[in-house]
Nanobody, 120 residues
Framework: QVQLVESGGGLVQAGDSLRLSCAAS????????MDWFRQAPGKEREFVAA????????VYADSVKDRFTVSRDNGKDTMYLQMNTLKPEDTAVYYC?????????????WGQGTQVTVSS
């Protein structure tokens, strides 16, 4: 089992920056990748960014590319999402999720989410 706890959300103005964290605990040696998703009110959950736990390669959704940066600290078992030039449309609950090495086709673990609100 892997437990995930997100933090760092808040209320900011358009153009501001925030850094989200996702701390993992438990069987962290089984992590294949950690991903960020977000869900805005009335919308489906959408992929934001992902990072491979070994090697650190990252991918991003087009909507956040060049504004968001995902990183990880393997020693702290923590993933980060640096969000710059925030827009009102970035308002959502942000979740982190883990794909396990035993089955990389699905997300085995999810955090509880952290709210990000961007005012115009």
């Amino acid at each position: 089992q892997v437990q995930l706890v997100e933090s760092g959300g808040g209320l900011v103005q358009a153009g501001d920056s925030l850094r989200l964290s996702c701390a993992a605990s438990g069987r962290t040696t089984s992590i294949y990748s950690m991903d960020w998703f977000r869900q805005a009110p009335g919308k489906e959950r959408e992929f934001v960014a992902a990072i491979r736990w070994s090697g650190g390669s990252a991918v991003y959704a087009d909507s956040v590319k060049d504004r968001f940066t995902v990183s990880r600290d393997n020693g702290k078992d923590t993933m980060y999402l640096q969000m710059n030039t925030l827009k009102p449309e970035d308002t959502a609950v942000y979740y982190c999720a883990v794909r396990d090495r035993s089955d990389t086709s699905r997300y085995a673990y999810w955090g509880q989410g952290t709210q990000v609100t961007v005012s115009s």
